[in-house]
């Protein structure tokens, strides 16, 4: 089964710094864009950042210059390292990857979803 599982999750004082990892699992044949959302409370979820499997990386405006996604392929894994937070960016954050299974078509994986809580 293809699943992704994110760790790194937290409590953080205002100005620090987490950093989010991401791993695929299961029988997978392919990743394409892997990426970070987040979902604040009453909020919609939202992008945070993505990065293709060419290496290109897109970012939401509330976080360039803060943020940088990264992945290491042979691991099948994303990271966010997050830095100078601050409380708006308390959210639920969620790992996200278009991926093809063997003997499966490709489909759009979410992880479960790890607590970012930044205090004032």
């Known amino acids: 089964q293809v699943q992704l599982v994110e760790s790194g999750g937290g409590f953080v004082q205002a100005g620090g710094s987490l950093r989010l990892s991401c791993a695929a699992s299961?029988?997978?044949?392919?990743?394409?864009?892997m990426g970070w959302y987040r979902q604040a409370p009453g909020k919609e979820r939202e992008l945070v950042a993505t990065?293709?499997?060419?290496?290109?990386?897109n970012y939401a405006d509330s976080v360039k210059g803060r943020f940088t996604i990264s992945r290491d392929n042979a691991k099948e894994s994303v990271y966010l390292q997050m830095n100078s937070l601050s409380p708006e960016d308390t959210a639920v954050y969620y790992c996200?990857?278009?991926?093809?299974?063997?003997?499966?078509?490709?489909?759009?994986?979410w992880g479960q979803g790890t607590q970012v809580t930044v205090s004032s």
């Open positions: 299961g029988s997978i044949s392919s990743i394409n864009d």
């Open positions: 996200n990857a278009e991926m093809r299974a063997y003997y499966d078509v490709t489909r759009v994986y």
């Open positions: 990065s293709t499997s060419g290496g290109g990386t």
